[in-house]
């Protein structure tokens, strides 16, 4: 079936206002992965959900983010009141959530903050 | 905490020059030690998957082996279109997010 998918591809912003960044991952894919690559930087993890559950968000760097995911499917990233440095590609990924445990990644959300 | 490091930062290889790329990790309990390729513009595309030492797979010029300390990901005579960053990543029993490196952007020239 079809890849994971993100939208939007490019989003530009001003400083202060709120975004919301959307990834479907692959059928079948329980687990659903955000990370965020920055200029140079390697890619950091933001949070894992398993189902609609988020046992993990301990990548979030501040209270400004927030993801939900509904129907163990559809996944929103949300940042509110952006700053400068959220400028970066947001990455989506899912992977069945056990053996193999590979995770397949989306294309990406490019993020500048103006 | 989880590392991992790559090296070298950048390659430049001419069509036909084999090499190696090295990926050292420091993890509390290898799951798994995973390749992937990324092209300018595009999300990371999945490559091998490693589980235990003396592990090796091996997909078209690309063969990616693993020890207790590092991953090496060969190319065999390469060609222009496997010019792109390779990243390595690790995942422990503790959780579940990748551990990735900065990456090797490796450039093939014709």
């Known amino acids: 079936g079809a890849g994971v998918s993100q939208s939007p591809s490019n989003k530009v912003t001003e400083k202060g206002k709120d975004v919301e960044l959307r990834c479907d991952p692959i059928?079948?894919?329980?687990?659903l992965y955000w990370y965020r690559q920055s200029l140079g930087q390697g890619l950091e993890f933001l949070i894992y959900?398993?189902?609609?559950?988020?046992?993990?968000k301990s990548g979030l760097p501040s209270d400004r983010f927030s993801a939900e995911r509904t129907g163990g499917s559809v996944s929103t990233l949300t940042i509110q009141r952006t700053q400068q440095e959220d400028s970066a590609v947001y990455l989506c990924?899912?992977?069945?959530?056990?053996?193999?445990?590979?995770?397949?990644f989306g294309p990406g959300t490019r993020l500048t903050v103006t | 905490e989880d590392q991992v490091t790559q090296s070298p930062e950048a390659l430049r290889l001419q069509e036909g020059e084999s090499s190696s790329l090295n990926c050292s990790y420091t993890?509390?309990?290898?799951?798994?030690l995973f390749w992937y390729r990324q092209d300018p513009g595009k999300g990371p595309e999945f490559l091998f998957t490693?589980?235990?030492a003396g592990e090796e797979k091996e997909k078209e010029r690309l063969k990616a082996t693993l020890t207790k300390k590092e991953s090496f990901l060969h190319i065999t005579a390469p060609k222009p279109e496997d010019s792109a960053t390779y990243l390595c990543?690790?995942?422990?029993?503790?959780?579940?997010?990748?551990?990735f490196g900065t990456g090797t952007r490796l450039t093939i020239i014709p």
């Open positions: 990924a899912s992977s069945f959530g056990g053996p193999p445990y590979e995770q397949y």
């Open positions: 059928s079948g894919h329980t687990a």
């Open positions: 959900f398993q189902g609609n559950s988020a046992p993990d």
């Open positions: 993890v509390s309990g290898l799951r798994g």
């Open positions: 490693l589980y235990s």
């Open positions: 990543a690790a995942l422990n029993f503790g959780n579940e997010k990748l551990t």
